[in-house]
């Protein structure tokens, strides 16, 4: 069974760091690309990061870039994401997702956003 | 960026009756390969999101034939043939064409 298990989440001060894990278990990380959304308190879903399965290409959304860092340890099936100058706009809870390149994609299947994690919350705020 | 406009933003629908949702890009989902990548995500009360449909048309195991998916180019609804109970909760249409991927404002379905 596939499984994103979130971890790293809680209270720090704008300013402040955190880093988040995302345990993936039940498929082989290092084929898959993987994805971090977040979701403000009762708002909507916003992307903010990717990174393909070798770490070769990464992508960030606007709101995000130059304070967050998304990372993988493929031996040790995990994703992270290190954000650093928090502010209390980036208080959500954060989720991991499965992502792959669209060459994996067939009307039979397609890992895009096919599995995603409970979700972390972070909350920054003094 | 990509914009996702879906409409109707709250949707209050009987038991047993069909429900609609539009979702329109501002830009073409058709990617470089040929495929669209556009999603509709399920998010119920207190839950994580899920996806339900892939690829435009494409149900995810498990999701109920009530759940459909049509539409091409910048134009796109997700259908429900008879709301049940269990179908209520906020629905998301996401892009995975474009960078950076962008989703909908989000659809909240509710029981009259």
């Known amino acids: 069974e596939v499984q994103l298990v979130e971890s790293g989440g809680g209270l720090v001060q704008p300013g402040g760091s955190l880093r988040l894990s995302c345990a993936a278990s039940?498929?082989?990380?290092?084929?898959?690309?993987m994805n971090w959304v977040r979701q403000a308190p009762g708002k909507g879903l916003e992307w903010i990061s990717y990174?393909?399965?070798?770490?070769?290409?990464?992508h960030y959304a606007d709101s995000v870039k130059g304070r967050f860092s998304i990372s993988r340890d493929n031996a040790k099936n995990s994703l992270y994401l290190q954000m650093n100058t928090l502010r209390a706009e980036d208080t959500a809870v954060y989720y991991c997702?499965?992502?792959?390149?669209?060459?994996?994609?067939?009307?039979?299947?397609?890992?895009?956003?096919?599995?995603w994690g409970q979700g972390t919350l972070v909350t920054v705020s003094s | 960026d990509v914009v996702m406009t879906q409409s109707p933003l709250s949707l209050p629908v009987t038991l047993g009756q069909p429900a609609s949702i539009s979702c329109r890009s501002s830009q073409s989902l058709v990617y470089s390969d040929g495929k669209t990548y556009l999603n509709w995500i399920q998010q119920r009360p207190g839950q994580s999101p899920r996806r339900l449909i892939y690829m435009v048309s494409n149900r995810d195991s498990g999701v109920p034939d009530r759940f459909s998916g049509s539409g091409s180019g910048t134009d796109f609804t997700l259908k429900i043939s008879r709301v049940e109970a269990e179908d209520v909760g906020v629905y998301y249409c996401m892009q995975s064409t474009h960078w950076p991927r962008t989703f909908g404002q989000g659809t909240k379905v509710e029981i009259k």
């Open positions: 039940g498929f082989t990380l290092s084929r898959y690309s």
């Open positions: 997702a499965r992502d792959s390149p669209g060459a994996d994609c067939s009307s039979s299947s397609c890992p895009k956003y096919d599995y």
């Open positions: 990174i393909s399965s070798s770490s070769s290409t990464i």
